[in-house]
């Protein structure tokens, strides 16, 4: 079983900046991707960035050029570090591990941006 912890999360003035963390324990191996997910009241919810074990990062472009996803793979931990947020980045925030063909998904951290 993995369980998939995200943290980080809070009230920010637009133009500020957070780090979420994303921390994955139990059956870690064989990890395809991890992806951020958010959804604001009302609207689907939206990919927002992806990071597979090459490093390789993708993201939406709504976020592009603003938001950062990394990780540190000695603390099995993914950050979405986010810079100029905007009020419209306001949404529960979602950490996913994609293991084979599971994903694992934690239970959302919120992010409130005021203007």
């Known amino acids: 079983q993995v369980q998939v912890v995200e943290s980080g999360g809070g009230l920010v003035q637009a133009g500020g900046s957070l780090r979420l963390s994303c921390a994955a324990s139990?059956?870690?191996?064989?990890?395809?991707?991890v992806r951020w997910h958010r959804q604001a009241p009302g609207k689907q919810r939206e990919l927002v960035a992806t990071?597979?074990?090459?490093?390789?990062?993708g993201y939406a472009d709504s976020v592009k050029g603003r938001f950062t996803i990394s990780r540190d793979n000695a603390k099995n931990i993914v950050y979405l570090q986010m810079n100029s947020l905007k009020p419209e980045d306001k949404a529960v925030y979602y950490c996913?591990?994609?293991?084979?063909?599971?994903?694992?998904w934690g239970q959302g951290t919120q992010v409130t941006v005021s203007s």
């Open positions: 990071i597979i074990p090459t490093g390789t990062t």
């Open positions: 996913v591990y994609r293991i084979v063909t599971r994903d694992y």
């Open positions: 139990g059956s870690t191996l064989n990890v395809n991707a």
